[in-house]
């Protein structure tokens, strides 16, 4: 089974500080993604990443930044964290061949910023 | 009008019944259907997927595609507390873009 690893299941932070929040997947995925999911909105794409130190801008990029040195690894970079990124966050992956219909999610960091 | 509209519930059933969960879209082009699960507390996982119109049947569930309504359909045959979840649809494209464009969730809990 392909596994989507995100680092943290819980993280509380503090206004201000920088976060990182890491993926790992284990199935030689070229695409990855980072999502965040909140009640009332639904899932919505932050960034997301086709290759190696590649990155694409999802629909809301505002305050986030992401890094893929290897393969295997995505990360989510909150710069200056704010109340409002306050979600649970979710990373995914799909290899070419399912790129249509075959995103595996990781099992999510709810992050709290206070 | 949202791309992909769904109920967010929620829906409560007792156990033993036959669940509908729906989902309506505007985009003509999306070819791909695909149900997830989700757990309270977890990530989605992939239920399962359909390409272009017709059934697909995986024990007790079944996915429907209507493309002539824009309109999808999940059921779920004799209906388990363990299958209290939220369901998500989504939907992409044969070509071009492949980010799936989700539906929000319906909420769905069985009871005893």
């Known amino acids: 089974d392909v596994k989507v690893t995100q680092s943290s299941r819980y993280l509380v932070k503090r206004t201000g500080e920088k976060v990182f929040l890491e993926c790992v997947q284990d199935m030689d995925h070229e695409n990855m993604f980072w999502y965040r999911q909140d009640p009332g909105l639904g899932l919505r794409l932050i960034y997301f990443s086709y290759d190696v130190k590649m990155k694409e801008k999802g629909d809301i990029p505002e305050g986030y930044s992401v890094s893929r040195e290897k393969k295997e690894r995505f990360s989510l970079i909150l710069e200056s964290a704010s109340t409002n990124q306050t979600s649970m966050y979710l990373c995914?992956?799909?290899?070419?061949?399912?790129?249509?219909?075959?995103?595996?999610f990781g099992s999510g960091t709810r992050l709290t910023v206070v | 009008q949202k791309e992909v509209e769904q109920d967010p519930g929620p829906l409560s059933v007792p156990e033993g019944a036959i669940v509908s969960l729906n989902c309506t879209y505007s985009?003509?082009?999306?070819?791909?259907f695909m149900w997830y699960r989700q757990y309270s507390r977890k990530g989605p996982e992939l239920l399962m997927y359909?390409?272009?119109?017709g059934n697909k049947e995986d024990g007790r569930f079944t996915a429907q595609v209507d493309k002539s309504s824009k309109y999808i359909s999940l059921f779920i045959r004799d209906s388990q507390p363990s299958d209290s979840a939220t369901y998500l649809c989504a939907m992409s494209y044969a070509g071009g873009s492949y980010i799936p464009t989700f539906g929000r969730g319906t909420s769905l809990i069985v009871h005893p």
């Open positions: 359909t390409y272009s119109s």
């Open positions: 985009n003509s082009a999306f070819q791909y």
């Open positions: 995914a992956s799909h290899g070419r061949d399912s790129s249509r219909y075959g995103y595996t």
